[in-house]
C-alpha cells in the first residue's frame, strides 16, 4: 500500500517535471501547453540529423554512427536546457532523399524520421519539422519543378496545380505516418511541436549551377509574392485540415515585400524585396499560427559595398520591427534560425579543421551571447519586443560529415565554450522567466484535448 501510494507519487511528480501536456499551441503572443504553461522554444537546428541517423555519418568521435547520434544529441541538449529541435525532416544529400521519386519513399529515410521523433519524446525535446527545402538536391523545389516538368522556374512551383497536388501528397503522406517505433501518427504526436511549410521557401531563381535545365531568369516575375503568397496560404490551409493538432508556420527569413511599409527594415540592397518573401502579408493568415524570423546579417549583406552597414542598428531594428508586425497580428514570434561562421585557418581542399577557441570565443560566442540577449530581454520586456518568445541556433555539429557545403565553420559543437558558456546558460536563464501560466489562455482539458474534433477547436480556445 504504502509502496503504491510512494510509487504514485512519484509518478505525479514525474508527469510535472517532465514538463508539457499535450500539443504546443499558440494562445495569444506565447507558446504553451494544455495547462497554459508557457513553452519557450530553444534549441538547435539539426541539418543533418536524419542523414546521420541512417549512418551515413563516418569517422565522428561524437557519432559512433547512425541511430546513436540521435540519442547523444537529444539527452546532451536536454541536459542543457534546450527544449527544441529544428529538424530537416528530410534528405540534404540527393543519395539521401526521404522522397526519392515523386510519391515514392525511401522507407530506410522514414524509419529513421521515426526514430527521431521517437527519441525526442523520450528525452523530452519538442521538434519542429520541415516539408522540404527551397536549397540543395533532396526534397527539395527544384525535385517538384522536374517531377512536374516545369518550364519556368521562379513561379510554377507555386502556381502549377500538378506541383501543389505534389506538395500536398507529401504533406498527406507526412502527418499520416504511422511511427514504426512508437505506433503513433505522426499528426497524433505532440511531441512534433510545428511544421514548417517549406525551409526559405522563396522565389529567387535557381542558379543554373544547381539545375541547368533552366535558364537563368534575371528577374523573378512581380506577380511573384502574389504566388507564394497564395501558396502558404493554400499549404497551410491543407496541413490544418489533414492534421489539426499541429502548429504550422512558414519557416523562412521573413524579408518584406516591396511596398510593404516595413520594407525599409529588410537588410541589403533591395534583392530581399523581390524574393516574393512578405513577412506582415504572410503571416496574416490565420492557418499560420505562429510568425518566425531568421538571422544572417554577414550572408545578407556580403559584396554589398555600397551598403552601409551598421551591425548593433541592423540587429536591433530587425528584431523590434518583426516583433511589432508579431504583436499587431497576436501571435508569438520565434528566432528561428541564427548563426555565426568562425574562420577556419587550416581549412583547405574541402577538408575542414576546427576553428580555434580563441576565434570562436572572440567571433561567436560575442556573437550568440548578443542574440541570447535579445531573447532574454523579450522574457520581461513590454510588447511589442516581448513578442519574440524563442530562439534556435545554426547548427549541431555532426562532426566530420561528409556533405561539405556547409563549410563547417556555422557549426557549434557541444564541447564549444558557445555551447558551455553561451548556449546552455544563457537558455537556462531564459527558461526561467517562462510563466508558470500564461493569463488569458484557456486550459484544454485531458480527456477530449487530443482527439482531432477538440484540437480542432484549440485556436478558438486559445484566442
Ligand atoms: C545527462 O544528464 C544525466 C543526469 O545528470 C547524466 O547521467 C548523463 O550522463 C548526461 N548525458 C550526457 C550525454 O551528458
Ligand atoms: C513529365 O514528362 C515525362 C516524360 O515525357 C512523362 O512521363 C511524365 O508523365 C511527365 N510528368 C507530368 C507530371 O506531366
Ligand atoms: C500503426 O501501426 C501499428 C503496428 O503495425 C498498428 O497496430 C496500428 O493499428 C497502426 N495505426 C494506424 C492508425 O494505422
Ligand atoms: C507585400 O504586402 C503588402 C501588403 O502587406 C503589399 O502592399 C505589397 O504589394 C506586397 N509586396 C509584394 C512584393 O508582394
Ligand atoms: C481553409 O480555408 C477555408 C476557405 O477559406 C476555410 O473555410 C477553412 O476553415 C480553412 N481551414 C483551416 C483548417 O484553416
Ligand atoms: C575570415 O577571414 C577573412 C580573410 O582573412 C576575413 O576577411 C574575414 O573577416 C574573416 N571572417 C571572420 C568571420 O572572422
Ligand atoms: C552526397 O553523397 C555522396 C555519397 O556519399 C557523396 O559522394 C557526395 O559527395 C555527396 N554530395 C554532397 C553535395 O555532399
Known sequence: MKAVAVLLALLVSFQCA???????????ERFVDDNCQEFVPLGMNTWLLLESAVGTLIDSPMNPYGLDTVDFTMEVAANNSQTTARVFAHGIN???????????????????????????????????LTFGDEWNTADSKINYLEWGNATDNSNEFFTSDTLQGFYKDHILTMVNRNNTYTNTLYKNDPTIMAWDL??????ECFPVSLYPAFPTNVECLPTCGDALDSWVQMMANYTKTVDPNHMVTVGYEGFWGEYDADVQYNPGNGWAGITGQNFSRNMAHVEIDFTEIHYWPDEWFANQQDITYDAAQFLTSWFNQHAAVATALGKPLLLEEFGK????????????????AESIASVRDTYFSTVYQQANDAMTANAPMSTLRGAMWWQWDMTNTPFVFDGGNLEVSYQDSTFQDVIAPQSKTILGAAAATVDSCTKINQKTGTTATAAAGRRLLGA
Do not use: W
Not at 517532465?18 to 495569444?28: T, V
Not at 529513421?112 to 521538434?127: C, F, Q, V
Not at 561562421?341 to 580555434?356: D, L
Open 18 to 28: 517532465a514538463g508539457y501536456q499535450g500539443f504546443i499551441r499558440a494562445s495569444g
Open 198 to 203: 517549406m525551409n526559405e521557401v522563396r522565389c
Open 341 to 356: 561562421a568562425v574562420n577556419n585557418t587550416a581549412a583547405g581542399n574541402g577538408v575542414q579543421a576546427a576553428p580555434s
Open 94 to 128: 540527393s543519395t539521401l532523399a526521404l522522397q526519392p521519386e515523386q510519391g515514392v519513399y525511401n522507407e530506410k529515410a522514414f524509419q529513421a524520421l521515426d526514430y527521431i521523433i521517437s527519441r525526442a519524446a523520450h528525452y523530452g525535446i519538442k521538434l519542429i
